[in-house]
């Protein structure tokens, strides 16, 4: 899983929000919002999968991705 990535994602978004806001441009403000939401999601969702692997071990993290 590649959290930097994940980061850089956000940071662009959030510039992208930034710039709109200073263009008065509303449409693309709500678009970058909307991505930026999906991108955090995605992040919290990498993050917290990272940390059951730490968390459980390798073997019993998989094994529950099974039973789920």
Not at 3 to 27: H, N, P, T, V, Y
Request: with cysteine; proline share 0%; net charge negative.
């Amino acid at each position: 899983i590649a959290l930097e990535c994940e980061k850089q994602a956000l940071e662009i978004l959030a510039r992208g929000i930034e710039a709109s806001l200073d263009a008065g441009d509303a449409a693309s403000r709500e678009f970058f919002a909307g991505s930026l939401l999906e991108e955090e999601e995605h992040l919290d969702y990498a993050e917290t999968q990272l940390e059951l692997l730490r968390s459980l071990g390798e073997a019993n993290y998989l094994a529950q991705q099974l039973r789920d």
